[in-house]
């Protein structure tokens, strides 16, 4: 099955692809979020477009904004849960934000994958070793 991982952000949200077969994640795009319900219309397409068969999004565990963010993305998974015809599950994504922009920097020069779909699979990658 196909896996569609997500760090969900105000300005921009990252998107990753994996599956369970490989149980490896790979950056896929980021995108401008212009709002909850344009949000919904274009991962739907996504899914339909990549064969998803389930969502990982990523939610804070702690952190500086733990609260007020946590507040909002669960806000964003109840519609996705509502709207999306696939499972929808959260991960932790604490930190994974600091961990996408020091493996940026560690890698150097790399093509135009930024720190929000690599962060988007670090938490399906998290997922996917946390299930076994």
Do not use: C, W
């Not at 896996?3 to 998107?15: Q, T």
């Not at 950056?27 to 919904?40: A, Y």
């Not at 932790?92 to 135009?112: H, I, K, N, V, Y």
């Amino acid at each position: 099955m196909r896996y569609l991982g997500i760090d969900y952000g105000e300005a921009h949200v990252g998107i990753a692809i994996g599956d369970d077969e490989t149980l490896m994640a790979l950056p896929l795009e980021t995108v401008t979020n212009e709002g909850v319900q344009e949000m919904i219309e274009y991962l739907t397409a996504v899914i339909v477009r990549e064969g998803i068969g389930a969502i990982v999004v990523g939610v804070p565990a702690m952190g500086v904004h733990y609260g007020e963010q946590r507040a909002a993305i669960e806000a964003v998974v109840k519609k996705m849960l509502t709207h999306f015809l696939v499972p929808v599950y959260t991960s932790d994504e604490s930190f994974s934000s600091r961990q996408a922009q020091t493996l940026m920097r560690d890698r150097g020069p790399a093509p135009a994958t930024d720190e929000h779909a690599i962060a988007a699979m670090l938490i399906l990658q998290g997922y996917f070793e946390k299930r076994g």
